[in-house]
């Protein structure tokens, strides 16, 4: 690995405890618990890979910022604009600046609009789906039903996956995220060090949902 990527004054902005000041409206499964997790996956992930691990730290600290007036849906948006005007306060030159943008723009699953493009970006993108699933991505689904008033189960995965329209609000459960989404996070990996690391968590959250319909169901 080139050690251009790994040295240099930008390598340790934005500071961890500057970022933690910027999350203090993040509910529990977006928190900074969940930024620094995503942050330690991606220099891990870049390290592996040989990308740029400065400009995936500085994504990964950015990528879940919440912005005054801007929802879930758009986020990474609001969080890349917000990223591009601190960094550029601290000094990062625009070049750098663009990676960590794009990054952050093309982090999310479910906006497919915006492709990461660069190694970097993909580094970030595999290190946030990482977190979306094994125990801690069971863990997060639930803490989200939580906040949100969603019921904790109503239907087996089986039940689920024939269903003909999608369910909203309180009977939106985790397993319906799981079938909806986390059940697909694996394959849509980029990385060969995440999808190794992914198949053991895919596995795990495979058998929990499993596990809960059979106890729900009473089989177990």
Not at 40 to 60: H, S, Y
Not at 184 to 197: C, E, G, W
Request: proline share 2%; charged share 25%.
């Amino acid at each position: 690995m080139d050690n251009a990527h790994s040295k240099g004054t930008q390598n340790d902005t934005p500071r961890e405890d500057t970022a933690r000041l910027l999350y203090t409206a993040g509910d529990a499964a977006h928190d900074f618990d969940h930024v620094l997790r995503v942050t330690n996956m991606g220099v891990r992930l870049a390290q592996a890979e040989g990308a740029d691990i400065a400009v995936v730290r500085a994504a990964a600290l950015l990528h879940d910022v919440p912005v005054a007036g801007r929802g879930r849906i758009d986020h990474h948006l609001a969080a890349a604009s917000f990223a591009a005007e601190h960094l550029r306060a601290e000094g990062w030159d625009d070049a750098r600046i663009a990676s960590v943008v794009h990054c952050i723009q093309a982090h999310r699953y479910r906006d497919q609009s915006i492709q990461p493009q660069t190694l970097e970006a993909k580094c970030l993108y595999d290190a946030d789906k990482l977190d979306s699933i094994g125990a801690i991505g069971v863990a997060r689904a639930f803490s989200h039903s939580g906040s949100h008033n969603t019921r904790i189960w109503n239907q087996t995965v089986d039940e689920a996956l024939s269903q003909d329209a999608r369910p909203s609000g309180a009977d939106y459960t985790p397993v319906h995220e799981y079938v909806y989404k986390l059940r697909h996070v694996l394959s849509s990996l980029y990385t060969a060090t995440a999808r190794r690391m992914g198949a053991q968590r895919h596995d795990f959250m495979t058998l929990f949902y499993e596990q809960l319909d059979a106890e729900m169901t009473g089989n177990r």
